[in-house]
């Protein structure tokens, strides 16, 4: 159980056009969710955290404008990168604490690799 | 400001050659502590973490770590690696008053040759 996935996979776009990620929790209730932005060969930085039903609380230095996260439902929070350009391309990856399970253990989903040209 | 510090950050070992990976962390409070693995090409897993209660924490694939509070360390071993542990390892803590939010170290690549 705990099976975090994202969509899509990877995307490529032209500089200037939106770019809309999902992650969804697809075998339990998520109480949170989290999206991270990995730099090649570096660690998982936090972006934003949010909640379903409330705004998302974004970490220092994250525009708040141009990542816009949605969420939605229990199971599903979105993240979208606004007016994209090429240092937006990154790994974004997001994860899901288990609503059931009461404790801050993260399950992360398998990441979204953008390319913005 | 809170962090998490691996101190290697390639480690080259032969298969069947003890593992240990250094973990320390920055801050006053009480945290729990994770270790996470991502193998090549693959998300994100979580191999241990600590709470509370002992701090010799068993995780999955043989791995463990120990908890020393007053050297704020969460050190990763395994006494005997496979090839198949080739990965990059991720430490990370979650300060108890941060609402869950994890602070990952840098990570290390593990390389086992056969």
């Known amino acids: 159980g705990a099976v975090v996935s994202q969509h899509p996979s990877w995307v490529i776009c032209k500089s200037g056009t939106s770019v809309k990620i999902e992650c969804r929790s697809l075998?339990?209730?998520?109480?949170?969710m989290f999206w991270y932005r990995q730099f090649p060969k570096q660690s998982l930085m936090l972006m934003a955290t949010?909640?379903?039903?409330?705004?998302?609380?974004?970490e220092q230095g994250v525009e708040k404008d141009k990542f816009l996260i949605n969420h939605a439902s229990l199971t599903l929070s979105t993240l979208t990168v606004t007016s994209a350009h090429p240092e937006d391309s990154s790994f974004y990856i997001c994860?899901?604490?288990?609503?059931?399970?009461?404790?801050?253990?993260?399950?992360f989903g398998p990441g979204t690799r953008l390319t913005v040209l | 400001a809170q962090s998490v510090s691996q101190h290697n950050h390639h480690v080259i070992l032969s298969e069947a050659a003890s593992l240990e990976l250094g973990c320390n962390y920055s801050y006053g409070g009480t945290v729990n502590l994770f270790w996470y693995v991502q193998y090549p090409g693959q998300h994100l897993q979580l191999l241990l973490k600590?709470?509370?209660?002992?701090?010799l924490v068993k995780g999955i694939k043989g791995f463990e770590a120990e908890f020393i509070k007053s050297k704020f360390s969460f050190n990763l071993r395994k006494p005997s690696v496979q090839w198949s542990d080739t990965a990059e390892y991720f430490c990370a803590v979650t300060p108890m008053d941060s609402s869950y939010k994890l602070i990952f170290g840098s990570g290390t690549r593990l390389l086992v040759r056969p």
């Open positions: 994860s899901a604490t288990r609503l059931a399970e009461g404790t801050d253990t993260q399950y």
């Open positions: 075998d339990f209730q998520a109480t949170t």
């Open positions: 949010s909640n379903e039903g409330s705004k998302a609380t974004y």
């Open positions: 600590y709470f509370s209660g002992d701090p």
